[in-house]
């Protein structure tokens, strides 16, 4: 099993409508989790991370934890067609030295 | 403020050169991390450098080889490039990975 992984996509979302954005991972020991958007030929953005079970919103994102079932997820609200793009999760290993990135999903907002 | 700054953004190789990209951050942070990302395989770890003076292998280092010249500038070096290695590399930095990466603007290297 990948240490983290993401349903691949892709996604069409209508325009206004909720995307929401799924990931797993494997490590319990994982503490911290990251959001991570990248528009095509660009890098990859921080945009969300989430520490305690529960949801962390932040305008029109938010990020949902849940560490009994090693999920996280992203909820974009009223998306809108900038939000097209490969939205990345991303969780540090064991020893918090470096992250692991699932392979993203590619989100496409339909207007 | 510049963030992580890497060079060059775009690089052709002949199979068999050898070529350096360089890496700098001006965040004071202590670790460095070189990936590369292909389509359908995501971002994958080459190198990374927890502090000044340390570096170990990530997911995919065969080929390549690292250099953490000091705190701000980490190297990562083709010695004889392949097609293998066409790729985007990334270059990033964090204080530690547990508060996220700041991410470079990105390599794109062909080897034909």
């Known amino acids: 099993q990948k240490e983290v992984e993401q349903n691949s996509g892709p996604l069409s979302v209508p325009e206004g409508a909720i995307a929401s954005l799924n990931c797993t991972y494997s490590?319990?020991?994982?503490?911290?989790f990251f959001w991570y958007r990248q528009y095509s030929g660009k890098s990859p953005e921080l945009i969300m991370f989430?520490?305690?079970?529960g949801d962390k919103e932040d305008g029109r994102f938010t990020a949902q934890l849940n560490k009994a079932s090693q999920y996280v997820s992203l909820l974009i609200r009223d998306s809108q067609p900038s939000d097209s793009a490969t939205y990345l999760c991303?969780?540090?290993?064991?020893?918090?030295?470096?992250?692991?990135f699932g392979t993203g999903t590619r989100l496409t907002i339909i207007p | 403020n510049a963030g992580v700054t890497q060079t060059p953004k775009f690089q052709v190789l002949k199979t068999g050169q050898s070529m350096t990209l360089q890496c700098a951050q001006d965040?004071?942070?202590?670790?460095m991390y070189w990936y590369r990302q292909d389509p359908g395989m995501g971002l994958r770890l080459i190198y990374y450098?927890?502090?000044?003076?340390?570096?170990d292998k990530g997911e995919v280092p065969n080929g390549y080889n690292v250099s953490r010249l000091n705190k701000r500038e980490f190297s990562l070096r083709l010695e004889s490039a392949a097609p293998s290695q066409t790729s985007v590399y990334f270059c990033?930095?964090?204080?530690?990975?547990?508060?996220?990466?700041?991410f470079g603007s990105g390599t794109r290297l062909t080897v034909v």
């Open positions: 990033a930095s964090s204080d530690r990975a547990v508060y996220g990466y700041t």
């Open positions: 490590d319990r020991g994982s503490q911290s």
């Open positions: 989430i520490y305690s079970n």
């Open positions: 991303a969780a540090p290993n064991f020893g918090n030295e470096k992250l692991t």
């Open positions: 965040m004071n942070h202590n670790s």
């Open positions: 450098s927890a502090s000044e003076g340390t570096t």
